[in-house]
């Protein structure tokens, strides 16, 4: 089970920090993502993590400014948010699944709940 959290409301140019925490004993085994989804908009990729974390993979449109990291000891991932822009607005959610991460948001068997961010300009 996943949970999202420490979503809000932030200025452009701003930074935010969310996070996704895990129960289950197979946290360490699984490769988590953040999708976001904006109002009308399709779920969209935003990074994804191994499970160790030493790889990562970013969408065009936060490379550069988002950095995602884990701690399996604590069962959670952070993604840090830098310099955020308005188109930047959605819902945020991580998801997890065993093994290799994945940019394909149907491959992930485990979802949290989400988070909201609203970027105002």
């Known amino acids: 089970q996943l949970q999202a959290s420490g979503g809000g409301l932030v200025q452009a140019g701003g930074s935010l920090t969310l996070f996704c925490t895990a129960s289950?004993?197979?946290?360490?085994?699984?490769?988590v993502a953040w999708f976001r989804q904006a109002p009308g908009k399709a779920r969209e990729f935003v990074t994804t993590?191994?499970?160790?974390?030493?790889?990562?993979t970013y969408a065009d449109s936060v490379k550069g400014r988002f950095i995602v990291s884990r701690d399996n000891a604590k069962n959670s991932v952070t993604l840090q948010m830098n310099s955020l822009k308005p188109e930047d607005t959605a819902v945020y959610y991580c998801a997890a699944r065993l093994y290799a991460p994945s940019r394909l948001d149907y491959e992930y068997q485990y979802w949290g709940q989400g988070t909201e961010v609203t970027v105002s300009s």
């Open positions: 289950g004993h197979s946290f360490s085994r699984t490769a």
């Open positions: 993590i191994d499970s160790p974390g030493t790889s990562t």
